[in-house]
C-alpha cells in the first residue's frame, strides 16, 4: 500500500470549547502523526491545558472533530489508557496516601481496581486469583521499570508528599510512561524545575520512542524538542510551524511580549 495517505495518529479539526461567554479553544486544528514530538504553547490561559482536557474527554467541546488513526473518536476518560494514550497532569498530582511505587502502577496497563471485574465471568475464585496476581505483578514490573527510567526507582516505597518538587514531576512523568503509551501528553512537564532537571526532561522526551503532546511553557525546552509547534493564544491558534519558523514569527513574540507586559 502506498503510505501517501498515511493516516495522522491523532488529529483535532476545528475545535471550539466554551466555558460560559469565555472561548477558551477558538476554531483549532492539529495534526499529530506517528512518532513525532508536536509542542502546544501560549502564555498562561491560552487554552493548552483545555486542548488536552478535550483530547482526555474531561470537556466536550462546543464543535469540532477529533480522529485517532483516521477514525472519528470520541474521547472518553476510561479508554485512554487501553487506548494507548496517557498524560500528565499539570503540576503533580499524587494520591498521597500510596506509595510511590503504587502511585506509578495505577497508570500501569495491566493494572485493573480490585473487583473491577467481579461478576461479569464466571470463573472459579482459585483462577481469578492467579490472575489478579499476574495482573498486579506485571504492572508492578512497568512500574518499577517506568520508575528506573526516570532516574527515580529508590523512591519506589517512599509516600510522594514527603519528597523534592523535582522528585515528584519525575514520578508524575513515570506514572505516564508505566503503560507504555503510543501517544505521551506531558503538560507543563518542565514547571518549577532547574536547568539540569530541564536537560534531563529534554533527552527523556527526545527519547521517548512515543508520538509526543507536550504543552510547555519553557521556550527553550519546546524549541529543543519539538518537531512542530503550535501557538495559541486566548484561545486561537496564531501559529503553526517548525521551531525555526516559530521563532522568527512576529506574531508569536508579540503574544509572549503582550503576556509579560
Ligand atoms: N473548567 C473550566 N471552567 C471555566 N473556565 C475554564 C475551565 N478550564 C479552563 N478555563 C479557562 O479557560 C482559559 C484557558 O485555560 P487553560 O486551558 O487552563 O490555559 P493554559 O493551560 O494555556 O494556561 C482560561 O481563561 C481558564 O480560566
Ligand atoms: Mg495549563
Redesign the pocket.
Known amino acids: 500500500m502506498s503510505t501517501e495517505n498515511t493516516a495522522h495518529e491523532l488529529a483535532l479539526d476545528h475545535m471550539t470549547v466554551r ?2 461567554g ?1 472561548t ?1 479553544l477558538d476554531d483549532v486544528s492539529l495534526r499529530v502523526p506517528s512518532g513525532r514530538i508536536v509542542g502546544v504553547i ?1 502564555p ?8 488536552f482536557n478535550v483530547i482526555c474527554g474531561f ?1 466536550t467541546p462546543a464543535a469540532g472533530e477529533i480522529t485517532l488513526d483516521g477514525r472519528a473518536w470520541r474521547p472518553r476518560p476510561h479508554q485512554l489508557n487501553r487506548l494507548g494514550i496517557a498524560r500528565t497532569l499539570q503540576g503533580v498530582g499524587q494520591f498521597g496516601g500510596l506509595t510511590v511505587l503504587e502511585n506509578v502502577q495505577v497508570g500501569a496497563r495491566g493494572h485493573r481496581s480490585t473487583g473491577e471485574r467481579a461478576g461479569r465471568e464466571e470463573k472459579s475464585r482459585e483462577r481469578k486469583g492467579r490472575e489478579k496476581r499476574g495482573r498486579e505483578k506485571q504492572s508492578e514490573m512497568d512500574a518499577l521499570e517506568a520508575l528506573e527510567r526516570c532516574g527515580v526507582a529508590d523512591y519506589a516505597h517512599r509516600l510522594p508528599g514527603a519528597l523534592p518538587y523535582a522528585i515528584r514531576k519525575r514520578v508524575e512523568l513515570a506514572r505516564a510512561l508505566a503503560s507504555r503509551p503510543r501517544i505521551l501528553m506531558l503538560d507543563e512537564p518542565a514547571g518549577g524545575l532547574d536547568p539540569e532537571e530541564i536537560r534531563w526532561l529534554a533527552e527523556l522526551i527526545k527519547g521517548a520512542g512515543t508520538t509526543v503532546l507536550l ?1 510547555e511553557h519553557h521556550m527553550d525546552l519546546v524549541m529543543s524538542v519539538c518537531d512542530e509547534i503550535l501557538v ?1 493564544d486566548f ?1 486561537k491558534p496564531i501559529a503553526l510551524g517548525t521551531p525555526a519558523e516559530i521563532s522568527a514569527d512576529d506574531k508569536v513574540t508579540e503574544a509572549y511580549l503582550g503576556a509579560a507586559a
Not at 498562561?44 to 486542548?51: D, I, P, Q, R
Request: charged share 5%.
Open positions: 466555558f460560559g469565555l477558551a501560549g498562561n490561559g491560552a487554552g493548552k491545558t483545555t486542548l470537556v504543552v495559541l484561545g
